[in-house]
């Protein structure tokens, strides 16, 4: 009888029955799996597309600026060759008038001898020597209309780049290293010496005169 009656208070009173709780392990999905990964850094087609105009963009921009560099060097390659060129055919044409003109001085000499040692005082002469100065001037001017100049520097003073010491002479006029006298002038063509002028320097003249001993 009491049995019944403690059954039917548990019935009759829920609240007094503690029902059994199971644990439930819970853990949190920290890292997404590869499908939800794959569609967060997926892009839409409009951005791909984007994506796929601002690579050849740069690849088009890249090969332009590539192509632009070997086109200036190209340029500055022909500058370079032209510029080569120009100097080689100067550099040539120099060459071959220096060599030239150097096979011209001998008969530049000649005519200038010619004229130096002329008998003057002859009349017959006369006629003969106005012809070879002409023809001396004539040949002078068109030399020079190349770049031939004469070195001449009788009175100035003595230069070993144009000039060639032959001799020198004790002189109380001239100062020392002073050129005397010229035997064969020198020619430059082009700013360059073609021969130098064959000169005699003046030297200070020596005190050989033994000393006056004025002591008694």
Known sequence: MSDNHDNTDAQNNPENTQPELQPVDIQADENPTTDESSQVEELSPE????FELENALAAAQQALADQKDGALRAVADGENAKRRATAEIEKARKF???RFAGDLLPVIDNLENAVRFADRENEDL???IEGIELTQKTFISTVEKNGLSVIDPEGEAFNPDQHQAMSMQESAD???NTV???MQKGYVINGRLLRPAMVMVSKAPEDTA???NTEV
């Not at 951005?47 to 984007?50: D, E, G, P």
């Open 47 to 50: 951005q791909t597309r984007i």
């Open 96 to 98: 071959a008038l220096e």
């Open 126 to 128: 006369k006629p003969i």
């Open 174 to 176: 001239l100062a020392p």
């Open 180 to 182: 005397m006298a010229v």
């Open 210 to 212: 033994p000393a006056v």
